[in-house]
């Protein structure tokens, strides 16, 4: 693993390369934290959080909103992005300004210059909620990288291979740290361990993580 800290950006944001294509930020989000909190907050008020359901019938314990042109959800008959919100049949509220500039930018210092998301999962974690190993693998087009931000509680990911069978390594992100993985690295396996309790100063007993991808160009 490599690390490098960057002249240009404040002295806590690091880059470490996780594996060829992927690349850790931290605290890469935490400069305009509040401004993202808050337009988290405005799109949550539109599409609140909600349990989904898997194809095999398992409730999420993470919870799921969206913004963006597109929307990830599942139910039992399997996964999909969709431009409606399915609880309200509107469109999902379009990806705030901030959130947009903030995956570009990150995409750009992992080395995927142009990235334009066109959907933003927001996946909110409280004590004890997990998500299992599995691959982004919904998207048109594997060209484009995930930009993956943390807020809040830390959380160990648990970041592997395109195998299943290699064990993935864990690192634990923190409030601001950005993941960005693309190219060689763009089917990796990748979860989350169960939450640990906690308070965060600005998200309480939570973790808030937004995933942002290109899902529906080809
Ligand atoms: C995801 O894979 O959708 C989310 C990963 C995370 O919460 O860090
Ligand atoms: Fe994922």
């Known amino acids: 693993m490599t ?5 240009d950006l404040p002295i806590t944001v690091t880059r470490e390369t996780l594996a060829p294509g992927a690349a850790l930020l931290r605290g890469f989000a935490r400069e305009g934290d509040a401004t993202l909190l808050q337009a988290i907050e405005e799109v949550t008020a539109q ?49 705030p300004a ?5 995956a570009e930018r990150a995409a750009a210092q992992a080395g995927f210059e142009g990235f334009r998301p066109d959907a933003c999962l927001i996946n909110v974690y409280e004590p004890g909620a997990r998500l299992s190993l599995h691959q982004d693998k919904d998207e048109k087009d594997f060209a484009a990288p995930i930009v993956s931000v943390s807020l809040g ?6 970041f592997g291979s395109a195998s299943r069978r290699d064990k993935p390594q864990r690192y634990r992100l923190t409030h601001g740290d950005v993941v960005v993985w ?11 361990a169960p939450l640990a309790d906690g ?3 600005l998200l309480g007993r939570r973790r808030i993580n937004l995933t942002f991808r290109c899902a529906g160009r080809v």
């Open 98 to 102: 901030p959130l947009m500039v903030l």
């Open 199 to 201: 308070e965060h100063p």
């Open 153 to 158: 509680l830390s959380a160990v990911f648990l």
């Open 3 to 7: 690390s490098d800290l960057f002249d």
């Open 47 to 95: 599409a609140p959080f909600r349990h989904l359901v898997t194809p095999g019938g398992y409730t999420m314990s993470v919870g799921m909103s969206n913004c963006g042109a597109l929307g990830w959800v599942s139910n039992r008959s399997g996964y999909r992005y969709d431009p409606l919100d399915p609880l309200s049949g509107q469109p999902w509220p379009a990806m």
């Open 182 to 192: 693309g190219g060689p690295s763009r089917l990796a396996f990748h979860g989350v």
